[in-house]
């Protein structure tokens, strides 16, 4: 799933979570204010949330049927 992620986000992840580094030392390493740091990992906690269930069942409902 992290691949899905742009670049900044993929690369804020990887150092907080696995690196376990915390976001100021991140944003050091990155160039950016603790701020942004917070809103990359926000956005990218976001995306990575899984669908809601619903949301497959109504999808999967739309695909044509396989033959």
Do not use: H
């Not at 992290?2 to 915390?22: C, G, H, M, N």
């Not at 990155?30 to 942004?36: D, F, K, Q, W």
């Amino acid at each position: 799933a992290l691949y899905r992620l742009p670049a900044r986000q993929r690369e804020a992840v990887l150092l907080r979570y696995y690196s376990e580094l915390p976001e100021e030392q991140i944003a050091n390493i990155m160039g950016l204010s603790r701020r942004a740091v917070a809103r990359l990992l926000e956005r990218a906690r976001v995306s990575l949330r899984p669908l809601p269930a619903g949301a497959v069942r109504r999808s999967a409902q739309r695909r044509p049927p396989r033959s």
